[in-house]
């Protein structure tokens, strides 16, 4: 009842905070923005030569989304009138808008010397340049979110937050979970320089042990902006929570700054420094949570590479240094970072991600006292494979839904793993969850 | 009976007149809607005629256009056939009903180049709606794709190092298709393009735009998906669409503000450089395995262990 409860509660909070925050989307904003005469399909077929009547037709697409429509009836006006400069800037941008960048830049280079107006002239410009260089941009402008439903199994459901901490019983166990983030990315001046401003949360309940229930919130607010054309900046401060059978054990404020810079347009490089003032509280059954409080930094370089639109590797290095009250609490050392991408053609894709730390205590454990320092190596690693509905829809026999093209059906195998010279410490799980996530 | 013969023949014959236009109709799927040079359209037994704008286009009808022609077709599901130069197009299959889900679409291409986008036929799925050429079957599922038929295909393909070494292929026959959008950063409510390619008991299917997929014969597996030259790109680009002629600009417009976005805000979302892989790593927060993939500061403390039971302090 617990679980159903919170589940509703959040997505209701999500679903009416994404509502209010998307005003209207793009394509029903343009529908609006066009405010020429309606034109209907079979009003073209008549009349496929009615020049007029094809430019509104364009535009009346063009305005609702539907780029193909505009791009067929662009062609055909430029078939009849090859030097309407007005119209093939505007097939070059409906290419644009297509993806069809090959295609796109050609029209844009047959405009050269054309008599344009400034404004267009000033377009042409900034879309060629837009082809030329490797960028470094940080984030899309407008919002973008996540939202996610599913359950995770682990035959040892320490893997779970609450169980690393507090010692439950060695078992397993099956959760259920929904989470959401919403990020908002605005232009606020000169020099590319961008609001952002994010949000993001999860609850996750589990079958058998409540005890171990968490919930996590969080928000960031920055800038960010580019320093050149191939290198770029962001900086935020960032606060979150963490909620453990309801009560409250971990608030953190802090704040981070990362600098891009791209190699090519198919490799990019980035350095991240993060730091955080953590405040642990103690929870109805724990006594010494609070002896964990202590600043967190980081330092982590990284590298992207790009194979295509579809796949790509990350890998990163980092040092880490925490502080705390208490010896035992406190640690640095080495962390690397690994993940990938491939989206194979047929519309399914396989992610992964592995991080690797070493960890070398500055007391000894507090199970375990003794004149030998602490010292941990720490594996995470996880396999997603995925594929939209629509693709699966398609993938077992059926016509497929495009409106289902942003909600991905993914499975995932987690795997932890924690070796120690305190050999109590030690720890493994396998887990496999299955995940709906719809973004937007 | 010589009068009542001549009332029942012009009766007849106005009949005919009357009806045969309606008759002709119901096999319409189309209409030429530019053309440009020398393109021919041979309906049925009648002699090929030279295509003009609004003329209809039927079912089999053969459309052949010559050196530096080209011919856009408009169907009635506003599916868009480009018919480039030197190419030879038959629409062999057309069954559209907006009410209904059993809608097909099915032409041959036996030469030259063509560029085809889809209607509303290619929103049922890749089996909806098929181009056949000499050696391959191409399914489209909501895209623009291009394709090139004949001796041009080998050329490019012998160039790209696509043709093992003794392999035979047809130079008549063999294909290359290339995949041009709508792509994953499209910006469009259009569906994602894909195409399935068919040859040698193997399909082969792509959703990378400016990707493109060859086949030498008919008995050649098609290849697996390749990005296209710029070259190449070049002279599809040359073939099916328009230039400039070098007159006076022809009616001035201003874009609508939708249309003028800085490209810098149309940023990408689904590019790794650009976007989402630096946000997401850069960015515990948007991970949702975040307590689990050890971001999460809380799993900084691990002594209270799950092995660690004694421990008066991490009991419940």
């Not at chain 2, 503000?257 to 940023?267: L, R, S, V, W, Y």
């Not at chain 2, 395995?289 to 092995?307: A, H």
Request: glycine residues 8%; contains cysteine.
């Amino acid at each position: 009842m617990r679980l159903k409860t919170s589940v509703s509660l959040f997505f209701g909070t999500t679903i009416l905070t994404v509502a209010a925050a998307l005003p209207i989307s793009a394509n029903a904003q343009n529908a609006m923005d066009y405010t020429g005469p309606p034109v209907t399909f079979e009003q073209i077929y008549a009349n496929p030569d009615d020049q007029d009547l094809n430019l509104n037709y364009a535009r009346q697409q063009a305005a609702a989304g539907d780029y193909l429509s505009a791009a067929s009836s662009l062609e055909r006006m430029l078939y009849a009138s090859p030097n309407w400069d007005s119209a093939r800037l505007f097939y070059a941008l409906v290419l644009y808008k297509l993806d069809d960048r090959e295609a796109a830049r050609r029209e844009l280079d047959l405009l050269d010397g054309r008599p344009l107006s400034p404004d267009q002239r000033a377009q042409v410009a900034a879309y060629r340049n837009d082809f030329k260089k490797p960028k470094a941009s940080t984030s899309s402008s407008g919002f973008k979110g996540r939202i996610a439903v599913g359950a995770r199994y682990d035959d040892n459901a320490g893997n779970a937050l609450a169980d690393t901490l507090f010692t439950f019983a060695n078992r397993d166990d099956t959760s259920f979970f929904a989470q959401g983030s919403l990020q908002y990315t605005n232009p606020i001046g000169v020099n590319g320089l961008k609001f952002k401003a994010g949000a993001n949360g999860q609850l996750r309940r589990h079958e058998t042990f409540s005890t171990a229930d968490y919930d996590t919130f969080g928000g960031n607010v920055g800038l960010l902006g580019d320093l050149s054309d191939d290198m770029s900046w962001t900086a935020d401060v960032q606060a979150s929570q963490v909620n453990i059978s309801g009560q409250k054990y971990l608030t953190q404020i802090g704040g981070r700054v990362s600098l891009r810079k791209a190699l090519s347009e198919q490799t990019g490089v980035w350095l991240r420094g993060t730091w955080h003032d953590q405040d642990y509280n103690n929870l109805s059954f724990t006594t010494v949570e609070p002896t964990r409080s202590g600043d967190k930094i980081t330092v982590t370089a990284g590298l992207i590479k790009k194979f295509n639109q579809d796949s790509f590797i990350g890998i990163s290095a980092g040092y880490e240094d925490k502080k705390a009250t208490n010896a035992a609490f406190a640690y640095d050392g080495l962390r690397l970072n690994g993940r990938f991408y491939n989206g194979f053609d047929n519309g399914v894709y396989l992610n992964g991600r592995a991080t690797y730390r070493m960890l070398k205590y500055d007391g000894t454990s507090f199970n375990n006292p003794g004149p030998t320092r602490r010292e941990d190596d720490h594996l995470y690693g996880r396999l997603g494979l995925g594929a939209s509905l629509d693709t699966i829809s398609t993938m077992m026999g059926g016509a497929g839904n495009p409106s289902l093209e942003n909600l991905n059906l993914e499975l995932g195998a987690n795997y932890t793993n924690r070796s120690s010279n305190n050999t109590l410490l030690e720890y493994k799980n396998f887990g496999g969850e299955v995940k709906l996530i719809w973004d937007f | 009976m010589t009068h009542l013969k001549s009332i029942f023949v012009s009766t007849a014959t106005i009949a005919l007149l009357v009806l045969a236009p309606n008759s002709f109709a119901v096999d319409e799927i189309g209409i030429n809607s530019a053309v440009k040079g020398d393109v021919t359209v041979q309906s049925g037994e009648q002699a090929a005629k030279q295509a003009l704008v609004k003329d209809p286009i039927h079912l089999g009808d053969e459309v052949n256009s010559s050196h530096s022609s080209s011919l856009q077709v408009l169907l009635k599901d506003e599916t868009v056939f480009t018919v480039g130069p030197d190419c030879l197009l038959t629409i062999d299959k057309f069954v559209y009903d907006p009410d209904k889900n059993t809608n097909g679409l099915s032409a041959k291409v036996s030469k030259g180049m063509f560029r085809f986008m889809s209607g509303n036929i290619s929103k049922s799925g890749p089996e909806s709606v098929s181009i056949d050429t000499p050696v391959a079957s191409m399914g489209v599922r909501g895209t623009m794709v291009e394709g090139l038929v004949g001796a041009e295909a080998i050329e490019y393909a012998r160039k790209a190092g696509l043709i093992p070494p003794g392999a035979k292929v047809d130079p008549e026959g063999a294909s290359i298709f290339v995949l041009r959008g709508p792509g994953r950063r499209s910006k469009a409510r259009n569906r994602r393009g894909e195409i399935s390619v068919t040859s040698g008991g193997r399909t082969v299917t792509t959703r990378r735009s400016g990707f493109a997929i060859f086949v030498g014969s008919a008995d050649m597996v098609p290849t697996d998906p390749f990005q296209l030259d710029a070259d190449v790109f070049d002279l599809f680009n040359a073939r099916l669409r328009t230039q400039p002629t070098g007159g006076i600009s022809f009616k001035p417009f201003e874009l609508d503000p939708f249309m003028q976005e800085d490209p810098d805000d149309q940023e990408v979302v689904d590019d790794p450089i650009r976007a989402d892989v630096p946000e997401d790593d850069f960015d515990p927060g948007t991970t949702f395995d975040w307590p689990s993939d050890e971001e999460d500061p809380t799993t900084d403390v691990p002594d209270c262990t799950p092995q660690n039971v004694d421990y008066p302090d991490c009991l419940l």
